[in-house]
């Protein structure tokens, strides 16, 4: 079936320190890649996507590649703000409809001035 | 193009009784998804609206139902609520942006 996989958190980082969110999936088909993000008190938004295989999806940063081979789209910053915490979710979505939106568990990060 | 709206923000209810969340997603979408968030479950799934119609649903019980108006606009009703419905209830509609789901900032109910 169809899964996804992401690095638990949380992760403590000081401010300007290098991110990295592990994220593996399993889906049928060719997914799309999304990381959305969730602020304290809101809802999802989208953070960035890639379609399809050796697409870069980049944001406010933030970057994360469509790695086909190894089924993967980690979630990279070079330089984390304390305005970065928040919780971030991997969701491969192999198609239309948000039944076929996989979540992952989310990842929450705090950064330390 | 405004976002999407889920009103009440927040809501407090007791056992037995139910509750009803609306959501108006972006202008022109269709595609209306709702999700319960907890901290031990996560990002759950529970049914997506598309023109009026379900189209998909997720794994809850037969309390959790949904509908969608003409004008894309989508409840959700949750009758005999018991404890373990205390939630952030989000929901996201998806449109032009294909894949793309767009979320409002939630409902957040409490059952005592």
């Known amino acids: 079936g169809n899964s996804v996989t992401q690095m638990e958190g949380p992760v403590t980082l000081s401010e300007e320190a290098f991110l990295t969110i592990n994220c593996t999936y399993t889906?049928?088909?060719?997914?799309?890649l999304f990381w959305y993000v969730q602020y304290p008190g809101e809802g999802l938004q989208l953070l960035l996507k890639a379609t399809k295989a050796d697409d870069k999806g980049s944001n406010k940063g933030f970057e994360a590649t469509y790695r086909k081979e190894t089924t993967s789209f980690h979630l990279e910053k070079g330089s984390v703000q304390v305005s970065d915490s928040a919780v971030y979710f991997c969701?491969?979505?192999?198609?239309?409809?948000?039944?076929?939106?996989?979540f992952g568990a989310g990842t929450r990060l705090f950064v330390k001035a | 193009k405004a976002g999407v709206t889920q009103t009440p923000r927040y809501l407090i209810k007791t056992r037995g009784q139910q509750v009803t969340l609306s959501c108006s997603p972006i202008s022109g979408h269709r595609s209306v998804s709702w999700y319960q968030q907890t901290p031990g479950q996560g990002l759950q799934f529970l049914f997506e609206y598309f023109s009026e119609t379900q189209r998909n649903k997720g794994n809850f019980p037969g309390r959790f139902s949904g509908r969608q108006f003409s004008n894309s606009r989508s409840e959700m009703n949750v009758s005999t609520l018991e404890l373990g419905d205390s939630a952030l209830y989000l929901c996201?509609?998806?449109?032009?942006?294909?894949?793309?789901?767009?979320f409002g900032p939630g409902t957040r109910l409490l059952v005592l």
């Open positions: 889906a049928t088909g060719y997914p799309s």
């Open positions: 969701a491969p979505t192999p198609g239309t409809g948000g039944f076929k939106t996989i």
């Open positions: 996201a509609s998806e449109g032009d942006s294909p894949l793309t789901q767009y």
